[in-house]
């Protein structure tokens, strides 16, 4: 497959990408003691792109031999030359880059293949009936376990020729407690890039198991929050949401370009000068992340970039087009979910470099306030940095001390205002590395964390 | 491909069988797509896609497995390993096909015209759309917009002699329109429409909708003090704040997992009297509407909600046998996935108040235009972010407000809705009208 990519690529009148994809997916979900679903997914196909006249088209196909393969190559052309009359702002650079060549192995000793589907089913279904006889209160109960196995061959006719492999399992614990007609949900996840033992060794599933249920249970009679603006400790989960959601995607070069809140603010001050913020496609401090990948799917080989420095916004995300656009070097982040995806923008792993300060210490100099412990479920920002998350825990702090768990806690706010607001940074680090998948039209697998950070903003509550 | 969907799906079945399963289903589906985007008012780019794929439910008693391919030359190992996959799993009763029936066709699903919409009137309708919102108003930005045309075919077959197959065409579009006034920057605002028919293709009403709501969101500024009390939806807020948790209590799945608060409420009182909700995956030129649903059992029209009384949950084949239920047609999903449970055309029923008479009544309140937050399917508690909302005060709308948090719990608010407007609005598949509810949490960012 490699060799006729590559010799189609090579053949191609206009610059062109061949994106080879075979993906395996497997999902054992046990639900309540029962089998909810046993699936295994299998698809591949190639995404052809083509830059002609200034546009790209972009065509898929699952026919894979010679004849099917042209016939794509030739309808992204079509497709690009057709839309050349009405594109106002034409791509007439594309950034040169260090393109991978070779083969890209899964970083595991542990490959999931290695463990059979008894072996995986087994787990499930021991973990879910630890969730039921966890607690009288449970009345609902379920384990998921998810892999996504890729195989990838990427050939533009610029140069890459890259052979690429990636694992991400993850594992998921749901818990539903009632009590006198009052329901609470709670639930854990964890997911990595890597093989089984690695998703174990990030979370056991007692530890997924405890949390859920605890989650589940002690909601039942905690009060809501009273709304306002406070100072609060985020936990290194919310850091990192804050990270991607509403920092994050403010600096995608795309979405810049659209008219982000961060257009012409290279070089200047954003955030607390206790705040450096780089995204990565590799996995620093702590192996395994979830958005651990060695190529993107432009061929660019990745690294680290650093978008913000010690409060001053450093860089943009890029792809090869807005590399060339800023006069700057991509920075790897160019992905496609599925081979039927194009590739746009997006981040990897997104955090928060580690401060100074023991975690203990950052409760210490609140008077009233809420410690904020992981997402709940959803949240949006907008590309002027405004953004609205639930909380999944949230407890009060009285005089420096952690005490009552409320429940329905939203945060809302302006993100740059809330990193300008951070006053302490902690000086551990931890990877969310959840089960979740961050959504831009497309799926794509991240990660994002840090460490606890102290700062204000406003939680949403009940009014009397 | 040389056979029909429908042959190949049949074929499965026969290899299933081959395999050891007890029972089978294949279901499989087709479609030629053809998109144009805009982004950052310019288009970004045009796509054509073609693909097919297979998913496989295998029997073996009351075991189940589920396996999915997107290659024709691989259907035959995927149902082979449905059936590995079964044998490896225990029993649940519930893992059942379902009864066949006869299949009446719903008229008006395929238009032969869409076989004409080729790459350049797809780019030409893209084009449009951004001629349109500079129309309005040149301080308008389409931030995002898309058109896409698609051609379908599905087609399932089983064990107990189910063979049909069905051809849609479908246009979507939409648009995300942003307003910006030297530094001011009005919230975004996103409309959505679809049509079947060549004919019914009319950008113009969402791209004006997105492009005027993003207009008089400019200049918002804060709502000034915190109060508790009540709110007007519009149609997209009913939709999240609302119709999510009303379609988490009545998808029957969930009555099964023993997470629905209403699984065990049928023919009693769970809102307000003027709340009726129907579904009718058949109802005439309703973007939702088809013959039959994931697991081939026909379309009919079901009241769900009325007056207030749960009257109906919605099912497929499994939660119809768990429960011992009436099976509602309501199996959804695509061939990569087992058939989950959801709605086809949905509607609230209009209320006797007009839209303004609702805002009349209101001495301090909030009309929300779209929600932006979290709410909790089990507990019910809601928070989260106003958007494009509007302070009401002494009865009329008097400015638009940013930055403004709600908060409260749905059942409670589903229980003390206190009005309904005789205005609805189509967005896809739902129908929609302005609801008012009291005694919410409105905080002042």
């Known amino acids: 497959m490699q060799q006729l990519l590559e010799r189609i690529a090579a053949e191609a009148e206009d610059w062109t990408e061949l994106r080879f994809q075979a993906r395996q997916t497997r999902t054992l979900t046990i639900r309540n003691g029962l089998v909810e679903s046993s699936t295994s997914v299998r698809l591949q196909g190639v995404g052809a792109r083509v830059l002609a006249l200034g546009v790209f088209g972009f065509a898929s196909t699952t026919d894979l031999t010679e004849r099917g393969l042209r016939a794509a190559v030739a309808a992204a052309r079509s497709a690009a030359r057709t839309s050349a009359a009405a594109k106002r702002d034409r791509v007439d650079r594309f950034a040169s880059a260090s393109l991978a060549r070779g083969v890209f192995p899964v970083d595991t000793r542990d490959p999931l293949d290695a463990h059979s589907l008894e072996e995986k089913l087994a787990l499930a279904l021991e973990t879910e009936a630890q969730v039921r006889a966890a607690s009288a209160k449970i009345v609902s109960a379920a384990a998921t376990y998810d892999e996504i196995q890729d195989e990838k061959i990427l050939v533009t006719s610029d140069g890459a020729s890259a052979h690429i492999f990636d694992s991400k399992p993850s594992f998921r614990v749901l818990a539903i407690a009632r009590e006198s007609g009052d329901q609470s949900l709670g639930y854990d996840t964890v997911g990595v890039t890597g093989g089984w033992s690695d998703l174990f060794a990030a979370r056991t599933t007692d530890e997924l198991v405890d949390h859920a249920v605890r989650l589940a249970v002690d909601p039942l009679s905690a009060p809501q929050p009273e709304g306002g603006t406070v100072p609060v400790v985020l936990d290194p989960e919310l850091v990192g949401l804050l990270c991607h959601e509403a920092i994050g995607h403010t600096v995608e070069a795309d979405i810049v370009l659209g008219g982000a809140v961060t257009a012409d603010k290279i070089g200047q001050r954003v955030a607390s000068e206790l705040v450096t913020m780089c995204d990565s496609g590799l996995s620093p401090y702590d192996p395994h992340a979830v958005g651990t990948l060695p190529v993107d799917d432009e061929g660019v080989v990745t690294g680290r970039t650093v978008l913000i420095e010690r409060g001053v916004l450093r860089s943009y995300l890029h792809n090869r087009e807005t590399a060339a656009h800023y006069g700057v070097a991509p920075t790897g982040n160019a992905r496609a979910f599925v081979y039927s995806d194009n590739p746009i923008i997006r981040m990897r792993n997104t955090y928060i470099e580690p401060g100074e300060h023991e975690v203990g210490a950052l409760f210490a100099g609140i008077r009233r306030g809420y410690y904020l412990r992981g997402f709940a479920m959803s949240g949006q920002a907008d590309s002027n940095a405004e953004f609205m998350f639930g909380v999944r825990e949230a407890r009060r702090i009285v005089d420096g001390h952690v005490g009552q768990l409320v429940r329905g806690a939203t945060i809302s706010g302006n993100a740059f205002r809330v990193l300008e607001s951070v006053d302490a940074v902690g000086n551990d680090f931890a990877w969310e590395k959840g089960a979740g998948a961050c959504g831009k039209g497309q799926a794509a697998k991240v990660d994002a964390g840090g460490p606890h950070i102290r700062c204000t903003l406003t939680i949403g509550g009940r009014q009397e | ?445």
């Not at chain 2, 190949?8 to 797509?33: I, P, W």
């Not at chain 2, 490896?88 to 096909?97: M, R």
């Open chain 2, 1 to 445: 491909m040389s056979q029909s969907i429908l042959d190949l799906c049949q074929s499965g079945v026969r290899a299933a069988l081959r395999f050891g399963a007890t029972d089978a289903e294949v279901y499989g589906q087709s479609a030629e797509t053809t998109s144009a985007t805009i982004e950052k008012h310019d288009l970004l780019m045009a796509k054509a896609q073609r693909e097919t794929a297979f998913g496989i439910r295998a029997f073996v008693g009351g075991r189940l497995g589920f396996t999915s391919t997107n290659d024709v030359a691989d259907l035959e190992r995927a149902c082979r390993e449905a059936v590995v996959l079964a044998q490896a799993s225990p029993a649940d009763p519930g893992n059942v096909l379902p009864e066949t029936q006869t299949i009446a066709p719903v008229a008006g699903l395929y238009d032969p015209a869409a076989e004409q919409y080729t790459t350049d009137r797809v780019v030409e309708q893209a084009i449009e759309m951004l001629r349109i919102a500079e129309s309005v108003d040149r301080r308008v930005v389409l931030g995002d917009a898309e058109f896409v045309s698609k051609r379908s075919e599905r087609a399932v077959a089983n064990t107990r002699g189910l063979g049909a197959s069905e051809r849609t065409s479908l246009f979507l579009y939409s648009a995300l329109a942003t307003a910006k006034d030297g530094d001011r920057v009005s919230n975004m605002d996103y409309q959505f429409g679809a049509t079947r028919s060549v004919g019914e293709i009319d950008v113009e009403p969402i791209v004006r909708r997105a492009s005027r709501n993003a207009l008089d969101s400019l200049g918002a500024e804060p709502c000034g003090a915190s109060f508790r009390g009540p709110i007007v939806l519009s149609p997209q807020a009913v939709e999240a704040l609302l119709v999510g948790l009303i379609l988490y209590q009545v998808n029957a799945r969930n009555a099964v997992r023993r997470q629905s608060r209403w699984g065990d409420c049928l023919g009693r009182k769970v809102a307000a009297p003027s709340l009726t909700l129907v579904d009718d995956g058949r109802r005439a030129g309703a973007v939702a509407a088809s013959s039959f649903d994931r697991e081939g059992t026909p379309h009919a029209p079901v009241t769900i909600l009325e007056g207030g009384v749960l009257a109906s949950l919605l099912h497929n084949a499994y939660s119809a046998a768990a429960l011992s239920q009436h099976n509602t047609a309501h199996a959804i999903g695509s061939a990569q996935t087992i058939p989950a449970i959801g709605p086809t055309n949905l509607a609230i029923l209009p209320g006797a108040t007009s839209r303004d008479d609702l805002i009349a009544e209101i001495r301090q309140g909030l009309l929300v235009t779209r929600f932006s937050g979290n709410v909790d399917p089990v507990s019910g508690d809601f928070s989260g972010v106003a958007k494009g909302a509007q302070l009401i005060a002494d009865g009329r709308v008097a400015r638009p407000v940013s930055g403004t948090l709600i908060a409260g719990n749905v059942f409670e608010c589903l229980e003390t809705l206190s009005g309904i407007s005789q205005e609805v609005e189509t967005i896809a598949s739902l129908t929609l009208p302005y609801v008012r509810v009291e005694g919410v949490s409105v905080t002042a960012a």
